[in-house]
């Protein structure tokens, strides 16, 4: 699987996937986000669908899906995707929904079909797992996936995106319009920039590090690791200081950081809470454990994922289905939760307590 890959007025018709499935390789139902979520991110934009529809790939898609990224039915339909009720798109053989679907909607997709999304605290749900797996649904997500060169293409994009909408969340804290003191995290001429203090090496981090620099912020990335500092110092250059968590360092640059972001670093790490009373009073925090930027541009969003999701689903089709995806790409085996009736995610099993199985020994007694 190359790396490019991941080896990365409409009227409802009746009954179109099975229409549909009869003349195409493959057929893909596609998702609104819930209504009542904060999601709004979405996979596929029409000019992909087009691509991919193009390439003999059927795709219906749930009336309204393209609304938060601001692409009304009519521009899909153009695109030859088929406008359906939401039912229709989940008996679609698979299945795209940015997150995981809840169990209501699993019950109604079709036995093992294949509900493809991105990662998140719904499948470790016990009910989301048990529905799964009654229902014979093959699960499988994105952000798990690797490709030939062990690279998770898809985690990538979003977290980069992460990154630099998490500077834009920034500028706007310390605006005056977003109730903060009203300064530029650049500096102008008399001036000096802003401080922003990153924790963690991440793909995230990294990439607002670039994003704050480019504005003219001063940027200091710190780790637990300097194996880890060594690398994000080859990456980033002048552009910021990589620095090790030390006590004094810490306490130095906490004390002066008008922007702090935590992001995952190489062993567990937590501000101590004695250094929060040392802390600017307008600083603006944000964990990135607990939000996702790249929420406030979905758009941004769907059109970096479908460059990666073309190539995927092109692939999914000369492999005949998922299925045969599965068996003949290990990076797609490592993003899968459940398939066949089985839990195959370890971490999951681990969480719930449940038992898993090895997807690989699965798919060699098939075999």
């Known amino acids: 699987m190359a790396n490019s890959n991941l080896n990365p007025s409409i009227e409802t018709q009746e009954n179109p996937v099975e229409t549909v499935a009869h003349n195409r390789a493959a057929t893909i139902g596609i998702l609104c986000n819930y209504h ?36 009304p039915d009519d521009t899909y339909a153009e695109y030859g995707v088929q406008i359906v009720s939401r039912q229709e798109a989940l008996r679609a053989p698979v299945v795209l929904c940015y997150t995981a679907l809840r169990a209501a909607d699993i019950e109604q997709m079709t ?21 799964l797996i009654d229902c014979r649904i093959t699960c499988g997500c994105f952000d798990n996936m ?11 994009i979003i977290d980069e995106i992460d990154g630099r909408a998490a500077i834009i969340y920034a500028e706007e804290a310390l605006s005056y319009l977003g109730g903060g003191k009203g300064v530029l ?13 990153l924790f963690g090496a991440g793909t995230d981090m990294i990439a607002a590090a670039r994003a704050a620099a480019a504005i003219g912020a001063r940027v200091t990335l710190m ?33 002066t950081a008008d922007v702090i972001i935590q992001g995952s670093t190489t062993r567990p790490f937590e501000i101590p809470r004695n250094l929060i009373s040392t802390m ?9 454990s607990e939000t996702h930027p790249s929420v406030s541009v979905p758009r941004t969003v769907a059109m970096a994922l479908s460059n990666a999701l073309v190539n995927f689903f092109e692939e999914m089709a000369i492999k005949n289905n998922f299925n045969g995806m599965i068996a003949t790409t290990p990076g797609v085996q490592s993003g899968i939760v459940t398939y066949e009736g089985h839990l195959v995610d370890k971490l999951i099993g681990s969480y719930l307590g449940l038992p898993s199985v090895d997807i690989s020994v699965m798919l060699s007694a098939m075999n």
């Open 36 to 71: 009542d979520g904060y999601e709004t991110r979405t996979l596929l934009t029409p000019e992909a669908c087009g691509l991919l529809t193009s390439a003999g790939i059927g795709i219906c898609m749930e009336s309204g899906a393209g609304t938060d990224i601001s692409f």
């Open 111 to 131: 036995p093992s079909s294949a509900l493809l999304c991105m990662m998140d605290q719904t499948l470790f749900d016990p009910k989301i797992i048990q529905t």
């Open 146 to 156: 690797y490709s030939s060169n062990d690279e998770p293409v898809f985690a990538n």
């Open 185 to 197: 995290l650049a500096g102008v001429a008399g001036l000096n920039p802003c401080e922003v203090l």
């Open 223 to 255: 780790d637990n690791d300097i194996s880890t500092l060594q690398v994000a110092h080859d990456i980033l250059g002048n552009l910021a200081d990589t620095v090790a968590i030390h006590p004094r360092v810490l306490f130095n640059h906490i004390k």
């Open 280 to 288: 600017k009073e307008n600083v603006y925090m944000i964990d990135m």
